[in-house]
């Protein structure tokens, strides 16, 4: 325990830059082993701390992430330690003694592991500290961009402690202390793009006054999950001779917040309804609350879904729309997350890829999420009609749990579409309400900028549906 604490304070004052000499750490298999789990014991306390809402499931699975770093960070250890045996040497040959007496018994490869994860330590605890107050303090779309800003904080302040360690500890050249840095800073940004799975999962949602406790890696869900695909792929109706048929698919990818599956709970509806995809529409929902009902959104399903499609359709004469909604990355990377499950992001490349493999020609591709302008420029071409809730450099709205749309979901389909069959036009119309919307949220922050993306050969199947939609006189009221 006094090696805890003794740690623990040197990690603080490394963390604050403060100097720290090499041979005031106790760099020994047992410091290190301590040190290790009182990061993993700190990592499960926020984990469940953080975790919306409560009570939650504990994910054993978890502890396969837990220490995926530490061989890099021996490795490190390692190349330092030659330096600093023969800095701890020289020291001991002139004094007779190291500066705490026990230079002799120093394991050196094991000092640079412990005095990283002791000021990690430290990092990690003040992190926690203010992403807790940043959420007590702040809701919705604020909270979201403070809590990004704050990680971004967090990165540079690792790194920069990773050089302290090297330049002010072990007193490396600039050069080597820069050079050895580079691989932290790999770490760090490997495990901002491919987070850790998480220690605690919230798998219950309220549904009316009651709480469902199904469990998505529950036996029974599985072998549901695998029934629902099947069944309503195969339920899908096939094209029609002669008519220009839309099919439509909603891909709602983030199962911890309830504004994906809500507002795809109005959309498909009201798509089925005025556009005429009754029986060739598919829903692909992450969410406890409907584990019974519709498939869950993963990129396989997907696949399997515009496979399935195009088996259905003619596709010189068809469209398929697809409509994804959950949150993203600057990186331009659609979160698709139901912990505990390890799902795989979908991004503009991947998602091209699954149009191209089905040789779907005529799409309708609506990504609604932070940054996903990014998704415009790799999917645009004759035959498609893109857009996106933001450009690819802003944050989207809308998205919090006391939603029931995003800003742009509103907007686009719950308002305009139900005026007009035009796509376009609703799009067109839908700007200055989502404008006029973020202004009233935040006054100043900068407009979403959706894009847009209308291909020669799509506007002109368009037109021939809106024809047809029009003649019909298909309606969808507002609930």
Request: charged share 20%; net charge negative; aromatic share 12%.
């Amino acid at each position: 325990m006094f090696s805890l604490f003794h740690h623990f304070f040197l990690g603080l004052k490394l963390a604050f830059f403060r100097p720290v000499a090499a041979d005031a750490w106790r760099a020994t298999v047992g410091s290190l082993l301590i040190l290790m789990l009182a990061s993993l014991g700190v990592t499960i306390f926020f984990d469940w701390l953080i975790l919306d809402p409560k009570p939650g499931s504990f994910n054993p699975l978890a502890f396969r992430d837990a220490f995926w770093d530490l061989p890099i960070l021996l490795l490190l250890g390692w190349l330092a330690a030659g330096r600093l045996a023969q800095h701890s040497s020289n020291s001991v040959n002139s004094s007779g003694m190291g500066n705490s007496g026990n230079s002799g018994a120093m394991n050196w490869p094991l000092l640079t592991p412990i005095a990283l994860i002791a000021a990690w330590i430290v990092c990690q605890l003040l992190g926690y500290g203010l992403h807790t107050l940043l959420q007590y303090n702040y809701v919705g779309e604020t909270a979201v961009q403070m809590s990004a800003s704050l990680a971004s904080a967090m990165v540079v302040w690792q790194l920069l402690i990773g050089m302290a360690v090297f330049r002010r500890v072990i007193r490396l050249s600039w050069f080597s202390s820069v050079v050895l840095t580079v691989p932290i800073a790999g770490m760090i940004f490997w495990s901002v793009a491919y987070p850790s799975t998480r220690f605690w999962y919230s798998d219950a949602t309220e549904i009316g006054d009651q709480a469902s406790q199904e469990s998505v890696v529950s036996e029974e869900i599985l072998e549901l999950q695998s029934t629902l695909i099947y069944d309503q792929l195969n339920a899908l109706e096939p094209h029609r001779p002669g008519v220009v048929d839309l099919y439509f698919i909603g891909f709602g990818g983030y199962a911890t917040q309830d504004v994906f599956r809500k507002e795809l709970a109005v959309i498909h509806p009201l798509m089925d309804q005025r556009f005429d995809t009754a029986n060739r529409s598919i829903r692909l929902v992450n969410n406890s609350a409907t584990l019974r009902e519709f498939p869950l959104a993963t990129v396989s399903n997907l696949r399997r879904t515009i496979a399935a499609i195009r088996e259905k359709i003619d596709p010189a004469e068809d469209v398929v729309m697809l409509y994804l909604t959950s949150h993203g990355s600057k990186d331009h990377q659609l979160a698709v997350e139901y912990p505990p499950l390890e799902l795989a992001n979908l991004d503009p490349a991947l998602l091209k890829s699954l149009f191209d493999e089905a040789g779907v020609r005529f799409k309708v591709i609506v990504v609604s999420a932070c940054y996903s302008g990014g998704f415009l420029a790799p999917l645009k071409d004759k035959n498609s009609l893109i857009m996106t809730a933001a450009d690819s450099f802003r944050t989207s709205f809308g998205c919090s749990d006391d939603s029931e749309f995003t800003y742009f979901g509103r907007a686009f389909f719950d308002e305009e579409l139900r005026k007009t069959y035009s796509f376009e036009k609703a799009f067109t119309a839908a700007l200055p309400i989502i404008r006029e919307r973020e202004k009233q949220y935040d006054p100043g922050a900068e407009f979403s900028n959706p894009q847009l993306s209308v291909g020669v050969d799509i506007a002109a199947k368009l037109n021939v549906l809106e024809a047809r939609l029009g003649a019909t006189g298909k309606r969808a009221e507002a609930p």
